[in-house]
């Protein structure tokens, strides 16, 4: 299955340019850049920087390939948290799935953590990209990592390796998620995790149209478990998308009652009260939870809409508080 309209579009070329200009900028938006003892930049985003807001947008546009447009906005929908995050793209596909998703993992003895952005489309190490039949090459090329520890030699000569691209022309940003900008960018997949799910529940990529996504920004956590626990609630009881499809309207009504997180069996807690309740392994989740809490489903073959899930604000307000 292709689900690619334009195979000739380079995730990595348009995010080589945003990549130059955070660098460029890395004083004005708070983050530290240094280079490692292999080569490679080191963009510190929330470690030892201070990062913040713009830092979180502009990585979150890096994460989705050049291709994402996320903006941040005032919305009225939950009174106590009013600052959102709104994404869409020129190509959702590529820039969800085959950019943004954080599918490649990553370890060495202590460090491990999920890679997200254009370094993905060349390394070709998840089997996600056979369906999208989608794959990029540069000389040049960034990956975004959700860590507090700067990754070891051994990570960044695996990364070369998969690549084929040298270390001195790679760059690692990395975005803690006890940090504005990891809570930013984090909270900035509530697309890609609807595209996520559209594909986990086997609704064929080609009949995906467009699409955007809004959620709440939640307040960052010095702790860990409940810093990521609210950022996938911000999703999770928080988030929404709107979806435009083309095809019959009882495949587009499906799609529209299998998408929200409330479709799961363990829907009803903040996300850090049930992953220490599985001690801590995602695999012991069910997959369908991660997905946003409400979605229109909008087929564009006959102009129908579908709405379906709802905003839980009571356990938005229990998880960030």
């Not at 003892?37 to 546009?61: C, W």
């Not at 019959?248 to 309740?277: C, H, N, T, W």
């Amino acid at each position: 299955m292709n689900a690619i309209d334009d195979n000739n579009v380079s995730v990595n070329q348009r995010t080589n340019l945003l990549v130059k200009d955070l660098l460029m900028n890395a004083s004005a938006l708070n983050v530290l850049v240094s280079e490692h003892d292999s080569g490679a930049m080191i963009v510190d985003a929330g470690i030892k920087a201070l990062g913040g807001l713009e830092a979180g947008r502009r990585i979150a546009e890096i994460c989705m390939g050049g291709l994402g447009f996320v903006s941040l906005q005032n919305d009225s929908t939950f009174k106590n948290w009013p600052l959102s995050v709104k994404v869409h793209a020129k190509n959702p596909i590529i820039a969800c799935l085959g950019s943004q998703y954080a599918g490649w993992a990553l370890s060495h003895e202590k460090f491990f953590s999920l890679g997200s952005g254009p370094a993905r489309a060349i390394a070709q190490r998840e089997d996600i990209f056979k369906e999208l039949a989608y794959k990029d090459q540069s000389s040049h090329t960034s990956l975004v990592l959700e860590t507090d520890k700067t990754p070891p030699i051994e990570v960044i000569e695996k990364v070369s390796h998969d690549t084929g691209i040298k270390a001195s022309n790679l760059t690692f940003i990395l975005t803690p998620t006890r940090s504005l900008a990891g809570t930013v960018q984090i909270t900035a997949r509530v697309l890609e995790v609807a595209l996520h799910k559209m594909h986990a529940v086997h609704f064929p990529l080609e009949q995906f149209v467009d699409g955007y996504g809004v959620a709440p920004i939640p307040a960052p956590s010095p702790d860990f478990l409940t810093g990521m626990g609210r950022t996938n609630d911000a999703i999770l009881f928080g988030g929404f998308v709107h979806l435009y499809v083309n095809c019959e309207d009882v495949a587009a009504a499906e799609l529209a009652q299998a998408m929200p997180s409330s479709a799961s069996k363990d829907y009803g807690r903040p996300f850090a009260e049930i992953f220490k309740a599985v001690n801590m392994d995602f695999y012991q989740i069910d997959p369908l939870l991660f997905s946003p809490a409400k979605v229109t489903v909008t087929n564009m073959k006959t102009g129908n809409s579908f709405l379906a899930g709802a905003f839980n604000e009571a356990l938005l307000e229990k998880s960030f508080n």
